[in-house]
Nanobody, 126 residues
């Protein structure tokens, strides 16, 4: 069992930056690939970024490439999402996700996620 708690969301102007954090419980954090998904009002939850168990492999949605950076600290059971050059279309609830299967790093759909956080709201004003 893994519990995930996100923090760092908020209101920011377009062009600004935010850093999301996700704290994971349990002693098996390094056994999980970790990712971020987001869900805008009235839309489905979609992939944003993922990092492999060791932190050596990352994958990003085309819409955030070059602006967002995912990282993890296995010693602290933490995963981060640095978001720069934010746009109004980045507005959504952001969810931290954990998955055991390595397919999660390549096939970036929700079906390979085993655990979800409760979400944190990010609002980007124009």
């Amino acid at each position: 069992q893994v519990q995930l708690v996100e923090s760092g969301g908020g209101l920011v102007q377009a062009g600004g930056s935010l850093r999301l954090s996700c704290a994971a419980s349990g002693r098996t954090f390094s056994s999980y690939n970790m990712g971020w998904f987001r869900q805008a009002p009235g839309k489905e939850r979609v992939f944003v970024a993922v990092v492999s168990k060791s932190g050596t492999i990352t994958n990003y949605a085309d819409s955030v490439k070059g602006r967002f950076t995912i990282s993890r600290d296995n010693a602290k059971n933490m995963v981060y999402l640095q978001m720069n050059s934010l746009k109004p279309e980045d507005t959504a609830v952001y969810y931290c996700a954990a998955g055991l299967t390595n397919t999660m790093v390549v096939v970036t759909t929700t079906q390979f996620v085993d655990y979800w956080g409760q979400g944190t709201q990010v609002t980007v004003s124009s």
